[in-house]
């Protein structure tokens, strides 16, 4: 149980396009849903937390309007990384969590984006 | 939420327990300790959590000291596929996480 998908796996597209990528919980309802950005050798960053139904939260630094955030329904959650540029090559990872006193969050297996 | 110290690498042979030390000094009575680890260029996998009493599952066990300001991750029989970034972190019930550097842990022949 508890498995998370992302889709596309890995994207490459030119500069100044935008790009949507998928999270979906396969096997449970989440009630939040976090998205991360990995640059590499690095740790996982926090980019914004999303409760299905309300805006996402963004961290400090985070562009609201570059990185939109949808969360439609409980099992479905996607990230628009718009106008891509290269430095937003990046590894994307979302994360999901059900809810109660133990929120555990549960991975999806991340998204390779290369901004030619 | 509270921070976490990890030894930045450690190595371990092939077939022998693995202990991973986090120490998280500031952690607050209502935050859980949770292990994630991460192989290369895949999403973190959950590991195990705990609050305050120690805890077991099929990966691993999870040692806390009695004031909960530190905890050790013990993989009992470590394979080469445990080769990974093992990170330690807390949270409270409202799941936003912050994640520090881990621990590489490297497991030899």
């Known amino acids: 149980g508890a498995v998370v998908s992302q889709h596309p796996s890995r994207v490459i597209c030119k500069s100044g396009t935008s790009v949507k990528i998928e999270c979906r919980s396969l096997?449970?309802?989440?009630?939040?849903m976090f998205w991360y950005r990995q640059f590499p050798k690095q740790s996982l960053m926090l980019m914004a937390t999303?409760?299905?139904?309300?805006?996402?939260?963004?961290e400090q630094g985070v562009e609201k309007d570059k990185f939109l955030i949808n969360h439609a329904s409980l099992t479905l959650s996607t990230l628009t990384v718009t106008s891509a540029h290269p430095e937003d090559s990046s590894f994307y990872i979302c994360?999901?969590?059900?809810?109660?006193?133990?929120?555990?969050?549960?991975f999806g297996p991340g998204t390779r984006l290369t901004v030619l | 939420d509270a921070k976490t110290t990890q030894p930045p690498s450690m190595d371990c042979a092939e077939g022998r327990a693995a202990n991973l030390p986090c120490n998280h000094s500031?952690?607050?009575?209502?935050?859980?300790v949770y292990w994630y680890r991460q192989i290369h260029s895949q999403g973190p996998q959950y590991i195990i959590h705990?609050?305050?009493n120690n805890e077991t599952n099929e990966m691993a066990s999870l040692i806390i000291t009695e004031d909960r300001k530190s905890s050790t991750l013990i993989l009992p029989h470590a394979t080469l596929r445990d080769t990974a970034v093992y990170y330690c972190?807390?949270?409270?019930?409202?799941?936003?996480?912050?994640f520090g550097d881990g621990t590489t842990l490297t497991v030899k022949p």
């Open positions: 972190i807390v949270n409270t019930n409202a799941g936003k996480s912050t």
């Open positions: 994360s999901a969590a059900s809810g109660g006193d133990a929120d555990t969050q549960y």
């Open positions: 705990g609050l305050k």
């Open positions: 500031t952690i607050s009575g209502n935050e859980y």
């Open positions: 096997d449970f309802q989440a009630t939040t």
């Open positions: 999303s409760n299905e139904g309300s805006k996402a939260t963004y």
